[in-house]
């Protein structure tokens, strides 16, 4: 009697857009900015453990992210700001895991994580790798945002967030204030849609 074959395993995800990604080969041709913010919007910080009525999305966290980098680079090109934005966008799809399990993950994780980034990228224009430079410049904005994430609604004293990120110049204030979903997926939106007007046309 002949083996039936055992159908493969499924390894792309239905989008609201009805796109389909393949999570192993993500093509920019499956990628939409509304898949995006409706996904990170729906991503909690912190795993959830967060003060207020709602969570703190990751959606809500690029938006501060990307603030801050304007307000520390005025020069920086639109093209600059929409990385910034996107820094973490993959996350529509893989979730925002705390940084001690994406390193007990490993590298099969920062691959998989770098493939859908430049996906992203290509998808909007942008260099399929961030510049190092840039780079940086961001993360240090995320790390300030996550100091004020931390202290204002993560339960963390000043002390506490001293130890595990950067303390944010004094010159940066920012209100870490948690909107509901469908507020913080508008945002983002807004956003994007603001730094992409003067870029040509995806």
């Not at 499956?30 to 909690?44: H, P």
């Not at 809500?60 to 980098?69: N, T, Y």
């Not at 996550?146 to 944010?168: C, K, L, M, S, V």
């Amino acid at each position: 009697m002949p083996r039936t074959k055992t159908p493969p395993k499924r390894a792309w995800q239905r989008m609201l857009s009805g796109r389909r990604l393949d999570l192993l080969d993500p093509s920019p041709f499956d990628i939409e900015i509304e898949d995006i913010a409706r996904g990170l919007a729906r991503v909690a910080r912190w795993n959830g453990q967060t003060r207020g009525d709602h969570a703190f999305s990751v959606a809500e966290h690029s938006v501060v992210v990307h603030d801050l980098f304007a307000t520390l680079h005025p020069e920086a090109s639109q093209q600059d700001r929409l990385m910034a934005l996107l820094h973490d966008a993959a996350e529509y799809v893989i979730g925002d895991m705390i940084s001690p399990f994406k390193h007990a993950l490993g590298l099969d994780y920062k691959s998989f994580e770098a493939r859908l980034e430049q996906a992203i990228h290509l998808r909007y224009g942008l260099p399929p790798k961030m510049p190092a430079a840039l780079k940086k410049q961001i993360k240090k904005c995320d790390i300030y945002c996550a100091w004020f994430e931390a202290t204002q609604i993560a339960g963390f004293t000043e002390e506490e967030a001293d130890q595990f990120f950067i303390h944010p110049p004094k010159k940066l204030a920012m209100t870490i204030d948690p909107l509901p979903v469908v507020k913080a997926e508008a945002v983002f939106l807004n956003c994007f849609e603001a730094l992409v007007s003067d870029l040509p046309k995806l």
